[in-house]
């Protein structure tokens, strides 16, 4: 079952508050999916991802369909089994990464033809099979086959793509075998704002679960980024969930909220972590710095995660330093904790019509964050 | 404060059952101390340790010393509060690891002269100092410097050493300002039975609150390590803790429990998982086996840890493969479960009087591991 329930709006555009249900629980939305690309949220286990409040996670058809194989996967047990998480998991279809990861692919109106990052065996998908494949990973929310064109584009290959997109939208939906798992198509249309609207429109015709807005954030400036938001989102059925997929900062994610959108997902929160960085309430923290090696405080002074009320910033730049997977652990954790809660604090205020102020305040905090900020 | 009391005893060598009892918490024993190196039992937190029944911790005083530094540690607050575990924490003297790692060192009377295994840069440690920086660390139990010669080494190499160790540990008894925390001396004296015994006794007339035998597992053949141990063993008094450093594997703590050992700690649980192997009651696992891409069984089907319960062999080797921190996490966490849990079973086969038949027992199931065996 997917049902989406939009309990408050104020506009097109707008911030809004729902409820995506599953069969396997309900997310209020605004919500932060934690990205587990090959079927683990990078050092992270089920549990500790529902204890920071995580309702829903991504993984990716394309990743799992290379390594270790949907085959295997569904042989395990499914998704859910598989990683031992028993909540709801959206899965990109792949369209992305065919087009930023593999080392060759050739598109036409029948699918895609590419080669794996990880071997150079060539492989084949089309739309159906997409579909088929999401279905026998068993996940809740599956995402269309798209094509993302490149940033900059000429305008007849990003049309082409866009039109691509939406034909092989109507072809997934026609594909799919089980009502249990929820489809949403992609938006595309690169940075033409005409030709965003005129997906929106189509596809919001198609009557789809809920709609995702592809092939953004993937080079051009920020201020691009939000007017095709902006000219999508009024586009979009109310009553169905938007998602933003692969934004973003902390700063996009309240910029995105704003405008409309229900679902994030992106990698920066656990990548970063792994590379040492932590966003917090000040701003954003690099562990390694000299300066915090005989800190005793927490990464974050306004944060009650696991990491920052039991460790200090002297004993995280050492496990850092020292390259020890704790660090990576914890760093994470938080992380991802400070995204789930920013989430929890937007819902709050939508719920108490006050998010303009906390916009501000949200980004008032970040200018005051003094020397831990950057 | 430090006890040890003598729970049960069949005699001077063979198997005991004792309590350490310490300000932080009583440590049943035999015992098996996890190595936290760094200050952090690698990939794991102090809830997972104390949830896998972790009593007591081991840490390094030379790697600490290096980095972050023991004033560093110190500053924030003492080891303890540093890695936030709140039980007994033993400290080697870093003896050992100036003899394997450092690669530089001058040996006199007065103390070793060496080299940093990180930076090159160069230290001096004598007794007392290695004394005063354990204390700074604010450790329960801290270990003598020792000077642990090679294997093999000339015979009055290794009568210089044990000499020089046995003076050592008078050094750090008289050096000693905290009676709140443990001292242990090293028993040298290479793989001359009779120079061990001497040790032995020696050691034994300055009343210390327990014994470490040293310089064991360095290459010799497992006959000649339990033939020093059984030398030794019965030279101590009863009434305290006797502590085998570095050893070993599963089949190793058996054997020491067997002649009468109450500590152990050994990296092999930590380190063989982040190298994928598990040790498990079918024998040895290698994870990234073929074999186990599609097997949906536990890592151990007799064990009932975190790893077992929640995910399949076939999950964990496709973490593993791809490089996953989890993959680590999970073996790791299995791995000193599986140790811990070895030490619970011969505490009770002890207890009820069986300990020769659960040696039996244990060698027989590994025997039979099958196709998990290695």
């Known amino acids: 079952m997917f049902e989406f329930s ?19 629980g309900v997310v209020p939305t605004p919500a932060f999916m ?20 995580a309702g829903i996670i991504l993984s990716n058809m394309y990743h799992l369909y290379l390594r270790p194989g949907v085959e295997a996967v569904a042989q395990l047990g499914g998704l859910h089994r598989f ?53 026998a990973l068993g996940v809740d929310l599956m995402i269309c086959l798209d094509e993302c064109p490149g940033y900059p584009a000429p305008e007849d290959e990003v049309r082409r793509a866009a039109a691509r997109t939406l034909e092989w ?42 709609y995702a807005l592809g092939g953004l954030s993937v080079g051009e400036d920020k201020e691009l980024t939000w007017e095709m938001v902006a000219a999508t989102t009024p586009e979009l059925p109310q ?36 590379n040492g960085m932590a966003f917090t309430n000040g701003g954003r923290v690099v562990i390694k710095n000299a300066a915090y090696a005989l800190d005793p405080g927490p990464l974050d002074d306004a944060c009650d995660c696991y990491t920052c009320r039991n460790y200090s910033r002297g004993y995280l730049r050492h496990l ?10 914890l760093l994470t954790f938080h992380n991802l904790y400070y995204y789930l809660d920013l989430m929890v604090k937007m819902r709050q ?5 006050r998010f303009a102020a906390f916009r501000r305040e949200f980004h008032q905090n970040r200018l005051n964050g003094g020397k831990a900020s950057g």
Chains 1, 2 share one sequence.
């Open 169 to 210: 939208a109507r072809r997934s939906r026609a594909a799919r075998k089980n009502p249990e798992a929820a489809l949403f198509p992609v938006v595309q249309g690169g940075m033409l704002p005409e030709l965003r609207r005129e997906q929106a429109q189509a596809l919001r015709e198609l009557n789809f679960d809920g």
């Open 34 to 53: 934690p990205v587990g690309t090959y079927g683990t949220v990078k050092t992270l286990t089920p549990e500790e991802l529902r204890a920071m409040g």
């Open 239 to 274: 009553d169905k969930p938007r998602y933003l997929m692969g934004v973003g900062t902390p700063e996009d994610l309240v910029a995105g909220v704003a405008l409309g959108v229900d679902m994030f997902d992106c990698v920066l929160p656990t990548r970063n972590a792994r």
């Open 349 to 353: 205020a939508i719920a108490a019509d």
């Open 320 to 329: 850092y330093v020292s390259r020890e997977i704790l660090a990576f652990r």
């Open 6 to 24: 939009l309990n408050k709006s104020s506009g097109p555009a707008a911030p809004r508050l729902g409820e995506i249900v599953t069969a396997r």
């Open 83 to 135: 990683m031992h998480w028993d909540g709801p998991i959206l899965t990109d279809s792949g369209g992305f990464q065919v087009f930023s990861l593999a080392p060759f692919r050739k598109v036409s109106d029948a699918g895609v033809t590419f080669r794996s990052h990880l071997d150079g065996s060539s492989h084949f998908l089309d739309p159906e099979k997409v579909v088929a494949l999401q279905e």
